[in-house]
């Protein structure tokens, strides 16, 4: 009877908990979207995701877009929580029906996910190198505390229907074709074409979606 009793309160209070962070979350996210100009539609958000935007930057949120950060509300990637960073003059598009979960992006130059698009628990998107190959280049940018304006930025465009697992990572310059599937665990550096299924590291073609 105690451990049924003790059960009930967990879950009763976990409840709570969780409701109470999603209202706070709500708030928090539109007053985040006000102050940097981000133009959004309909979107659900699950724990308190990170933002980091820059003035100069273009942010768009279509409709029915779901933020879900953290270990509180999904186990896969929640070891970390939802991160998106914009960088100056870099363009962030979600489409509609889009589902993110404990996933990290980083946007210098541009980052697209079209309509119905599902990424798995802890992701990473990177559109830059961060750093110059030139060592000497590099150092000083480290030494100087400032961006490396040398490191190379490529667009990140994500077609509709694709379905990527759990902790992919997801390079610069990459394309991903309509309606394609990225096995867990696959670090994606070149792009895959429509209606396929790859994965691995190196990426690897597994077979075509009939």
Known sequence: MMKFLLRFLINFFDKIYRRILNIYSKFYCKVIF???????????????PFFRIAQTSKVFFGDNVTFTSGKNFNVIGGDIRLNILVGEGASLIFGDNIGISNSTFVCRKSITIEDNVLVGGGCIFYDTDFHTIHGEKRIKYFIDKEIDKDAISKDIHISKGVWIGGHCIILKGVRIGENS?????????????????WGGNPITFIKNIE
């Open 34 to 48: 006000y102050l940097y100009n981000i133009n959004y539609k309909k979107f659900t958000v699950y724990g308190k």
């Open 181 to 197: 599937i990225i096995a867990a665990g696959s670090v994606i550096s070149k792009s895959i074409p429509p209606n396929q299924i």
